[in-house]
């Protein structure tokens, strides 16, 4: 693959995102450019490849208002062109690793008694999880949110990742329970409005030598 981007391109389209604080409404994210960012959301890795995950488009307007209160009335949840809620599966047990092994047998052409060593690596981590599988989930789905931030600034989407929000009432609007699921993070996504000052300002990152350190030193 010889189309990857120069360095100085990804450090410019970095520089270039912040957490946008007004979107322009009018303007709706084209769907190729969409369906890139939503390859990005599958294409996200995860720890063991389990993908405890789903990612909730929410573009209807009657429905993001329901929404707005519980944001914090903020109004990048309204305003931006497409709403993403991450949410997590509640429910990751044995049968779940064995539709994910069955899923990984058919992508990689294998028969499922090949992975039977690292199916009951899988199984043993389910039944006895070093930590919370809902905290484990969690630290899976900020993966996905910051693949998304990145591939959305590549792209020249604005994003605004949020946690401004109460989550079991965007659960109930949601109908996700019923699901298998529960949110834990926004992202808005779209287009910044011309008038959104945050745009200009510099970001605010200690000295590289302070939060990037080799060993040994």
Same mark, same amino acid.
């Given at each position: 693959?010889?189309? *990857?981007?120069? $360095?100085?391109?990804?450090?410019?389209?970095?520089?270039?995102?912040?957490?946008?604080? %007004?979107?322009?409404?009018?303007?709706?994210?084209?769907?190729?450019?969409?369906?890139?960012?939503?390859?990005?959301? /599958?294409?996200?890795?995860?720890?063991?490849?389990?993908?405890?995950?789903?990612? !909730?488009?929410?573009?209807?307007?009657?429905?993001?208002?329901?929404?707005?209160?519980?944001?914090?009335?903020? +109004?990048?949840?309204?305003?931006?062109?497409?709403?993403?809620?991450?949410?997590?599966? +509640?429910?990751?047990?044995?049968?779940?690793?064995?539709?994910?092994?069955?899923?990984?047998?058919?992508?990689?052409? /294998?028969?499922?008694?090949?992975?039977?060593? *690292?199916?009951?690596?899988? %199984?043993? !981590? &389910?039944? %006895? $999880?070093?930590?919370?599988?809902?905290e484990w989930a969690v630290?899976?789905?900020?993966?996905?949110?910051?693949? !998304?931030?990145?591939?959305?600034?590549?792209?020249?989407?604005? +994003?605004?990742?949020?946690?401004?929000?109460?989550?079991?009432?965007?659960?109930?609007?949601?109908?996700?329970?019923?699901?298998?699921?529960?949110? /834990? /993070?926004?992202?808005?996504?779209?287009?910044?409005?011309?008038?959104?000052?945050?745009?200009?300002?510099? %970001?605010?990152?200690?000295p590289q030598s302070t939060? &990037?350190?080799?060993?040994?030193?």
């Open positions: 693959m010889d189309n *990857f981007i120069a $360095p100085e391109q990804l450090v410019a389209s970095l520089q270039w995102r912040y957490a946008t604080k %007004k979107f322009d409404p009018s303007r709706k994210i084209p769907a190729p450019i969409w369906k890139a960012l939503e390859d990005s959301l /599958v294409l996200t890795p995860s720890s063991f490849g389990l993908q405890p995950w789903k990612f !909730f488009i929410i573009q209807d307007q009657d429905l993001r208002q329901q929404l707005l209160p519980h944001s914090w009335n903020q +109004t990048q949840v309204v305003e931006a062109s497409h709403l993403v809620v991450f949410a997590i599966k +509640t429910a990751i047990d044995t049968d779940y690793a064995d539709r994910y092994l069955e899923r990984m047998a058919e992508v990689q052409g /294998v028969a499922i008694e090949d992975l039977a060593g *690292f199916g009951n690596m899988l %199984k043993g !981590f &389910i039944t %006895k $999880p070093p930590l919370s599988l809902d630290r899976q789905v900020y993966i996905a949110l910051g693949q !998304f931030m990145a591939a959305a600034a590549l792209l020249g989407i604005d +994003t605004c990742p949020m946690e401004g929000f109460i989550p079991h009432k965007y659960d109930e609007i949601l109908g996700l329970p019923a699901q298998g699921y529960r949110s /834990v /993070v926004l992202c808005p996504a779209g287009y910044r409005d011309p008038s959104d000052k945050h745009a200009s300002r510099a %970001k605010v990152r200690f939060v &990037i350190g080799y060993l040994p030193q």
